[in-house]
């Protein structure tokens, strides 16, 4: 079993910076998959960020959060984090931690065996 819990979340102001972290605990030698996903008010979840280390480290993002959100591993912490910089109002969501193995698209949720309670973020305009 793997335990996954989300901090860091908060309300900014669009523009603003919010740093995510993903804290793993418990059999987490098999994950070699961390995602972010998220899910605003009346829509699915969508995927924003993962890192993999099963083959080489890779790093991957959805077109609307790249060359803003940067993933990261801090393998000595056990953690996961999100930095989130320039915020959008559209970036207003609940933002969930996920844990799985080798997965060759780390944008399918249904690829992780383990997820997070989630997070808020809230950007104002």
């Known amino acids: 079993q793997v335990h996954l819990v989300e901090s860091g979340g908060g309300l900014v102001q669009a523009g603003g910076s919010l740093r995510l972290s993903c804290q793993t605990s418990?059999?987490?030698?098999?994950?070699?998959?961390m995602g972010w996903f998220r899910q605003a008010p009346g829509k699915e979840r969508e995927f924003a960020a993962a890192?993999?280390?099963?083959?080489?480290?890779?790093?991957s993002y959805a077109d609307s959060v790249k060359g803003r959100f940067t993933i990261s591993r801090d393998i000595a912490k056990n953690t996961i984090s999100l930095q989130m910089n320039s915020l959008k109002p559209e970036d207003t969501a609940v933002y969930y931690c996920?844990?799985?193995?080798?997965?060759?698209?780390?944008?399918?949720?249904?690829?992780?065996?383990?997820w997070g309670q989630g997070t808020q973020v809230t950007v104002s305009s």
């Open positions: 890192i993999s280390w099963w083959s080489g480290l890779r790093l």
């Open positions: 996920a844990a799985g193995g080798a997965i060759p698209n780390p944008s399918a949720s249904g690829s992780y065996n383990y």
């Open positions: 418990g059999r987490t030698f098999g994950s070699t998959t």
